[in-house]
């Protein structure tokens, strides 16, 4: 049995916030690779260059990247989530399980 996927896109208010999160959050990431590369090539006093807590800024700031990424995806596609896709329980047009009733009275 084949499985299909339709993707459905999120209202146009939530694609365009998470335009300008995304935007916002790129901005904040590219700064803190500037500042890692600052700091690298900064004249640090003999024996006091710290490479193990540069090396888990970068790890951390390269995590953010994949999040960011999940951020967009969840943000322009519904995810499923009733709250963040803004969908109201009763709302719905297009019915998720159909149930029929059928009685066997004699």
């Known amino acids: 049995m084949p499985c299909s996927f339709r993707a459905r896109v999120n209202q146009l208010w939530s694609i365009w916030y ?3 999160m995304v ?3 790129t901005y904040l990431i590219y700064l803190g690779f500037e500042r890692y590369r600052l700091y690298s090539e900064m004249k640090w006093p ?3 260059y710290p490479s ?3 090396s888990v800024y970068v790890v951390l700031y390269s995590s953010c990247i994949p999040g ?4 967009m995806a969840f943000g322009i596609f519904k995810s499923g989530n009733v709250a963040g896709d ?3 329980l009763g ?3 297009d019915r998720v399980i159909e149930i029929t009733r059928n009685s066997y009275r004699k």
């Not at 960011?68 to 951020?71: M, W």
């Open 23 to 25: 935007l916002l959050q």
């Open 91 to 93: 709302a719905r047009i």
């Open 52 to 54: 193990l807590w540069l």
């Open 86 to 88: 803004n969908d109201r």
């Open 46 to 48: 003999h024996g006091a």
């Open 18 to 20: 998470t335009i300008v």
């Open 68 to 71: 960011l990424l999940l951020f």
